[in-house]
């Protein structure tokens, strides 16, 4: 019976411990793999990024070269991050049909069709049908109905709006609007103070005085 060299024998257990240090070095880097996949956090596509139509107007994400080939770009996504093709505005009205006594636009725009009253006491409406904003004391700071849009800032020679410009993070708001990537386009604040982001149209002045 031949016998095995010491040669080939000290090989074949260099080899098996090679096999087996880089088994282990193998199993150690799949395990690390596999913890680092399970900590990762996928962000699913917005609706302005998702190359779908989904609101069927014919228009198609905020870059529609890029996710929607053949389609327009929606002009009512304001970046990829809008998660609405719809445009949110916020208005108040009769309901009957009627031109709305205010309305703010997603885009930071706004329209008055009725006096914009600043008073330097509480916002207190005439009427039950009126869109009430009140502070976190339970105050009444600002309200819209078909007598005019009152914010009430404290000081009668302010504008109204009060603030025109940055709305974003606001310190205090009472009411916000806010576009479809969730950044605030317009608020009134605690005090009444009235900020939009965008440019307006009254089809009514601006009236200044006390109606505390």
Same mark, same amino acid.
């Given at each position: 019976?031949?016998?095995?060299?010491?040669?080939?024998?000290?090989?074949?257990?260099?080899? !098996?411990?090679?096999?087996?240090?880089?088994?282990?070095?193998?199993?150690?880097?799949?395990?690390?793999?596999?913890?680092?996949?399970?900590?990762? @956090? !996928?962000?699913?596509?917005?609706?302005?990024?998702?190359?779908?139509?989904?609101?069927?107007?014919?228009?198609? *994400?905020?870059?529609?070269?890029?996710?929607?080939?053949?389609?327009?770009?929606?002009?009512?996504? /304001?970046?990829?991050?809008?998660?609405?093709?719809?445009?949110?505005?916020?208005?108040?009205?009769?309901?009957?049909?009627? *031109?709305? &006594?205010?309305?703010? /636009?997603?885009?930071?725009? /706004?329209?008055?069709?009725? &006096?914009?009253?600043?008073?330097? /006491?509480?916002?207190?409406?005439?009427?039950?049908?009126? !869109?009430?904003? @009140?502070?976190?004391?339970?105050?009444?700071?600002? &309200?819209?109905?078909?007598?005019?849009?009152?914010?009430?800032?404290?000081?009668?020679?302010? !504008?109204?709006?009060?603030?025109?410009?940055?709305?974003?993070?606001?310190? *205090?708001?009472?009411?916000?609007?806010?576009?479809?990537?969730?950044?605030?386009?317009?608020?009134?604040?605690?005090?009444? @103070?009235?900020?939009?982001?965008?440019?307006?149209? @009254?089809?009514?002045?601006?009236? &200044?005085?006390?109606?505390?």
């Amino acid at each position: 019976m031949a016998k095995m060299k010491k040669g080939t024998k000290r090989g074949k257990e260099t080899l !098996f411990l090679v096999v087996t240090l880089l088994s282990a070095f193998l199993i150690i880097v799949a395990a690390g793999f596999v913890s680092n996949l399970k900590s990762l @956090r !996928f962000s699913p596509a917005t609706q302005c990024s998702d190359g779908i139509d989904n609101d069927n107007d014919g228009f198609c *994400d905020f870059n529609s070269a890029v996710t929607c080939p053949g389609f327009s770009s929606d002009p009512d996504c /304001y970046s990829a991050e809008d998660n609405t093709e719809q445009v949110l505005n916020f208005s108040v009205g009769p309901g009957d049909g009627q *031109d709305s &006594y205010a309305t703010l /636009y997603e885009n930071g725009n /706004y329209a008055l069709s009725v &006096y914009c009253f600043a008073s330097d /006491y509480d916002c207190n409406p005439n009427t039950n049908s009126a !869109f009430v904003v @009140r502070d976190e004391s339970g105050n009444n700071v600002s &309200y819209i109905d078909e007598t005019g849009m009152c914010i009430s800032i404290g000081d009668v020679n302010q !504008f109204c709006p009060t603030i025109v410009g940055n709305c974003e993070n606001p310190s *205090d708001p009472a009411f916000e609007i806010k576009n479809g990537a969730g950044n605030t386009v317009s608020y009134i604040d605690q005090k009444g @103070r009235f900020c939009v982001s965008g440019t307006g149209s @009254r089809a009514a002045p601006v009236a &200044y005085f006390d109606i505390g």
